[in-house]
Structures are given as C-alpha cells and as structure tokens.
C-alpha cells in the first residue's frame, strides 16, 4: 500500500474520532486526551534522542509533561508557570548531578529541556484554549487552519512543487507547497467565520489564519530538524502514512500558543 493511500485511509479512520472526542467530549475529556497526546509525543522524542530501552534522562522525562498538561487543565496560569519553572529546575539539577568528567557538555540538558519541559508547555496551550469562552470554536478554528493548511500544501507541493524550502531539514519541503499551505489556512478560516464566528473582524482573521500558518509551518520544520539530526524520518509510526504523534502535532506547536496569547492581549 503506498504513503498516498495510507494516509487518506488513516484520516478518515483517525479524523471523526477524533472530531466527535472533540465535538461532544467534556472539557476534561479533552483535557486528558491532550495529556495523553503530549505524552505520546514525549515518549517518541525521548525514543529519537536516546534509542530504545530504559535511559535516566528519558525517564525522567515522563514526570514534567503530566503535571504540566494537568495544570493547564485548571486554567490557572501562575500555577502552570509554577510547574513549568519547578519542572526546570528539576530537569537541570539533574543534568549537574549527573555530572561525571572535567569536560562538561550543555548538549544532553538542552535535550532533556526539550523533552520534559519545551513540547508539553507549548502543547499544553490546546488545553487552556478549550477552557476559555468559546473554547470549543477556538479548538476548530486550529484544527481547521491546520488541516486545510496540510491538505493544499500536500497537493500544491506534489503538483506544483519546483523550488525547495528549506533543503537542509526538510528536503520535501517546497515554496509552492509553504504558499499553498498559507492560502488553505486562510481559505478554510476564512469559511469557518463565515458559519462560526461571524462576529470575528476581518483584520483578526487575516492576521490569526497568516501568522498562525507560518508559525505552524515554522513548527513542522522544527520538528522537522529534530529529526533529521537523530537521522530519523518520522518520530513514530502509530499513524501509518501520517507518522507518529509528534508528527501530527507539530504544527501545533507553535501556532497553539500565538492564537491562545492572541485572544488574551488582542482581541480581549
């Protein structure tokens, strides 16, 4: 079966599950689906970065994300920027315990920081996004400017795709496919406004669909470059034709966090 089909077949496997968990699902349903997400992803960077079987560092690296996520869940940002700040802290006491010669290297904290601190704080903001008014809008307009934004650029860049994006980390990657991911996020947002929220300016659309696809696109090539230094093509395979879990948030990573800071010091 080739990655063409295997992908379509996934989607919609895998696309109304998840859609109904998200639809008719509680808060806390949700909430415990993105801790179990982000957990997936943890797990699959810490295989990336350190191989196969039991590793301290990614051990250790299971106990941030929960507590994280689950901070996130009570829609409290000073106590989420407390774990975040005590996960830290414990992460980079360990890195100089586990200090053994003269010659030290900072490399091994930046990986566990990425690992246990970096991914779920970033991911996290889907939870507090779906606590907010409107929460459960907000969760579709991301997975709308997501998915119609992977959907064009998978196609334009099959099609059209000549000139390469950015080669050194994703050599699949091309300009034509970057636009036409940019034109389907802002084509499907555009559409969901016009159903869901008709009282959106247009300003805050066209600023919210640009930005929140760069900086998506700009997550895809951060995981992107994760991958290619553990020389590994997808950071799972749980979804055949699509990855693993990490491959499918990626684009979350950066864009969750830009529209949530949005609604708070902008639109509100």
């Known amino acids: 079966m080739n990655a063409h089909l295997k992908r379509w077949i996934t989607g919609l ?5 998840v859609l109904v968990l998200i639809l008719y699902g509680s808060e806390t349903l949700f909430a415990l689906f993105i801790t179990a997400l982000i957990m997936g992803a943890v797990v699959e960077f810490g295989r990336m970065a350190y191989g196969k079987g039991s590793h301290p560092e990614k051990n250790l690296a299971l106990l941030p994300p929960a507590a994280i996520a689950l901070t996130a869940w009570q829609n409290q940002l000073s106590l989420m920027m407390a774990t975040t700040a005590l996960s ?82 994703s050599p699949a990657k091309t300009v034509e496919g970057a636009i036409g991911s940019v034109v389907g996020s802002m084509s499907g947002c555009i559409l969901f406004k016009l159903f869901y929220l008709p009282a959106l300016p247009a300003v805050h659309l066209v600023a919210m669909s640009l930005v929140g696809n760069i900086l998506g696109q700009l997550g895809d090539l951060s995981e992107s470059a994760i991958k290619r230094a553990y020389g590994t093509k997808d950071s799972g395979s749980i979804f055949p034709g699509h990855g693993g879990i990490l ?18 010091f902008v639109i509100s």
């Open 88 to 169: 830290i802290i414990m992460v980079w006491l360990f890195f100089l315990l586990a200090i053994r010669r003269k010659e030290i290297d900072i490399a091994p904290l930046g990986k566990m920081l990425v690992g246990s601190v970096a991914i779920p704080v970033l991911l996290s903001h889907l939870i507090l996004i779906r606590e907010r008014e409107q929460g459960l809008l907000w969760i579709m307009f991301l997975v709308v400017l997501a998915f119609s934004g992977d959907t064009v650029a998978f196609y334009t860049g099959r099609t059209l795709g000549r000139r390469k994006l950015f080669p050194e980390v």
């Open 13 to 17: 496997i895998a696309g109304p599950i």
């Open 247 to 264: 491959d499918r948030l990626d684009f979350f990573l950066f864009s969750s966090p830009f529209i949530f800071y949005y609604r708070v």
